[in-house]
């Protein structure tokens, strides 16, 4: 296995480890466990962090830390290192809180990671939020991370592996505000009073609309204090908020990232532009970020989205707007009405007995009121006839021959003339 040894940063031994995949040739596409291979012994006072780091920043709240960081009652906060000590710890008793509660089982192999590196390990987590509640359909959680000289990054968690959580995401189609985005503004206004530094703000899909959300609507003399807002993948906004004075202000400080094949990141109105980066998986897998690749200090870079980053777009944009707000609020909770019918709090315990599931939802629907079931398949026909309707986008080829006249119908146009 080549490894490069790079010495050009004074006072640092960098290294880079160049992997080739075996029997192809081909270059082993890095993601962000290299780069804690490459530069997780740079300390942040040695190297200021870069959008990578961000990205990891954002994927920090997603670690089930319940009884791990302290609250937000306080400003008491734990070491990174510490965390992930505790962390292994509760993940080897008898009973393992933690593996519930996993939404990605890469992160479990990150926070130890975390936890070993020298770049992170010293970092400070406080403020830990984590708050379920069905009965206000509501899924919102976020922790505070400090650092050297004056950090402060806020990291908003996106949607969870519960059902409400989803539940809340199809109320964004028809709310102007869900209570997530109402908890975010609260807690970063708290982090503000507890805290004086200036902030960074960051969150990977839902967690990166929270963060813009929260930093539109705070308090006047909070935003003036924000710097920067990392996104990763996430949904934009209804025009009530896309047109908001708070919005207005801090939209040029938003850094927004989606892979090339996004479809998360593409729903709702966005206003800016954003920065493409490579994914290797496909379709909607490329929301994972653990698949996104990283070069040194930067991820991997393109120019623009796929055709079916576009499609999808396209569709689901005009899907959601050729429905009603009626419409979608009737679609969205029959659709929860059916999941909840299986008794699954979660989709690990919905997709553990998918038989059994699948027929506790197929008879809540049919215990439906017509109206219920008619908003069901009037809703996957509209988004059907979206689709068809965008079908050009995929194939742009076959649009551009539909359109082309044939070579007699051009010789017969040039001969009218010379006929007549």
Same mark, same amino acid.
């Given at each position: 296995m080549?490894?490069?040894?790079?010495?050009?940063?004074?006072?640092? *031994?960098?290294?880079?480890?160049?992997?080739? #995949? $075996?029997?192809?040739g081909g270059v082993y596409m890095a993601n962000i466990f290299d780069y804690l291979e490459w530069r997780g012994d740079i300390r942040q006072d040695q190297i200021p962090f870069n959008t990578?780091? *961000?990205?990891?920043?954002?994927? =920090?709240? *997603? %670690? @089930?830390?319940?009884?791990?960081?302290?609250?937000? #009652?306080? !400003?008491?906060? /734990? !070491? /990174?290192?510490?965390?992930?000590?505790?962390?292994?710890? %509760?993940?080897? +008793?008898?009973?393992? @809180? =933690?593996d519930p509660h996993i939404i990605w089982h890469d992160d479990i192999p990150f926070i130890a990671a975390l936890g070993k590196s020298p770049r992170f390990s010293g970092l400070k987590l406080t403020r830990y939020v984590n708050i379920v509640d069905t009965a206000q359909e509501k899924q919102f959680s976020a922790l505070t991370i400090l650092g050297c000289d004056n950090f402060l990054f806020v990291s908003f968690r996106g949607t969870d592996n519960t059902i409400v959580g989803w539940k809340e995401d199809f109320n964004m189609s028809f709310l102007s505000n869900i209570p997530a985005q109402k908890e975010a503004v609260e807690y970063l206004n708290g982090t503000a009073r507890a805290f004086s530094e200036n902030m960074k703000l960051g969150g990977h899909s839902k967690g990166g609309n929270l963060a813009i959300y929260a930093a539109s609507f705070c308090g006047e003399d909070v935003r003036s204090r924000i710097t920067d807002i990392y996104t990763q993948d996430s949904p934009g906004f209804c025009e009530d908020v896309l047109s908001a004075a708070g919005y207005l202000e801090i939209s040029g400080r938003i850094h927004a990232f989606v892979p090339q094949g996004s479809v998360v990141g593409m729903l709702f109105g966005h206003t800016g532009n954003y920065t493409v980066v490579k994914s290797t998986e496909k379709g909607i897998l490329q929301h994972d970020i653990y698949s996104w690749e990283v070069i040194r200090d930067d991820m991997v870079r393109l120019e623009t989205v796929t055709k079916g980053s576009t499609f999808m777009d396209k569709t689901m944009n005009e899907w959601i707007t050729g429905l009603t707000p009626d419409q979608r609020r009737q679609?969205?909770? &029959? /659709? *929860?009405?059916?999941?909840?019918? !299986?008794? #699954?709090? &979660?989709?690990?315990?919905? &997709?553990?007995?998918? %038989?059994?599931?699948?027929? $506790?939802?197929?008879?809540?629907?049919? /215990?439906? +009121?017509?109206?219920?079931?008619?908003?069901?398949?009037?809703?996957? &026909?509209?988004?059907?006839?979206?689709?068809?309707?965008?079908?050009? !986008?995929?194939?742009?080829?076959?649009?551009?021959?539909?359109?082309?006249p044939s070579v007699q119908a051009e010789a017969d146009r040039a001969e009218g003339p010379l006929r007549a």
């Open positions: 080549p490894v490069l040894e790079l010495h050009g940063i004074p006072g640092i *031994y960098l290294k880079m480890t160049l992997l080739f #995949s $075996a029997g192809s990578v780091d *961000y990205l990891i920043l954002s994927r =920090i709240s *997603y %670690l @089930p830390f319940d009884g791990i960081v302290p609250d937000d #009652s306080g !400003t008491e906060s /734990i !070491t /990174i290192g510490e965390a992930a000590e505790l962390f292994a710890k %509760l993940r080897s +008793g008898k009973n393992n @809180p =933690i679609f969205s909770d &029959t /659709i *929860y009405t059916m999941l909840t019918a !299986t008794d #699954s709090q &979660t989709l690990q315990e919905l &997709t553990s007995s998918r %038989l059994k599931n699948a027929i $506790a939802m197929v008879r809540a629907l049919r /215990i439906a +009121g017509k109206s219920d079931r008619a908003a069901v398949g009037g809703a996957v &026909t509209a988004f059907l006839k979206a689709a068809r309707d965008n079908m050009k !986008t995929l194939f742009p080829e076959r649009e551009k021959k539909k359109h082309k």
